[in-house]
């Protein structure tokens, strides 16, 4: 829901959000947008010198439309090269007086198709994309026929030799919950120097593996945040069991490990789509 909120409010520091103060000056907004996006052609979420991301292409269209303003955008996190989104939310600061409407239209006027703003509003001063969060929803999805449809190569990963899917049933079981996914965590996630905050736990609230359509399958995660590269390691390793070369047991052991090197491969990022992201 868009709040609308009066400029005279927006006067002074606000919100105690985690690790981070916000002030807003006098006559700034807070202005969220909802993305969706085809990430294949972009180097991921954050913006880069030398590469296209999806944080820089929306960046300069911004600066456009506010007159050369800059702009520095907070996404809820950030996606790896290829992967794609339906639901990521950002947010930024401006004294612009331009209508959410409009910036709407203009956005998507100038923005890539590969590239879209599904909504913009006006939020509170002290809503912030990343810090506000309570959970994430990504899904993967798998082509588990014996060929795959040219259509689909850039949105689903080929596994043709997936035989044991009930192993996968009984895997997801094992990391519903509350759990440290040190096994699942790329290098460079976070500071293993600064034990602060909760390190590596994690509170898996949906971890499901479903049949989509004829020789597809989808893998559905929703938790209160995600580690650098957990969906895909975790995928990775759950497709060692649905080949038969993992039992849930093993996977069990895997997660209790606390080591990156105890899991299996990391599955390729085309797969992964971010969902959804909740307040």
Known sequence: MCIFSDRSTQLVAIAAIPLLQVHLSPGMRNIKLTIAFDGTAYSGWQRQTNCPTIQGEIEKRLQLITTNRSISLCGAGRTDAGVHARGMIANFHTDNTISCPI??????????????????????????????????????????????????RLYAVHVPHLTHPKTIQACLETIKGTHDFSSFEATGSRDLLKPIGRGAIRTMHEATFTQSGPEAYQFKFSADGFLRHMVRNLVGTLLEAGKGRLTSLEFAQILKAGKRSAAGPTAPAHGLLLEQIFY
């Open 103 to 152: 910036l709407l239209r203009g956005l998507n006027g100038l923005l890539p198709a590969a590239i879209r703003i599904l909504e913009v509003c006006e939020v509170t001063p002290d809503f912030h994309a990343r810090f506000s969060a309570k959970s994430k929803t990504y899904t993967y999805s798998l082509c588990t026929g014996a060929i795959q449809l040219p259509l689909h």
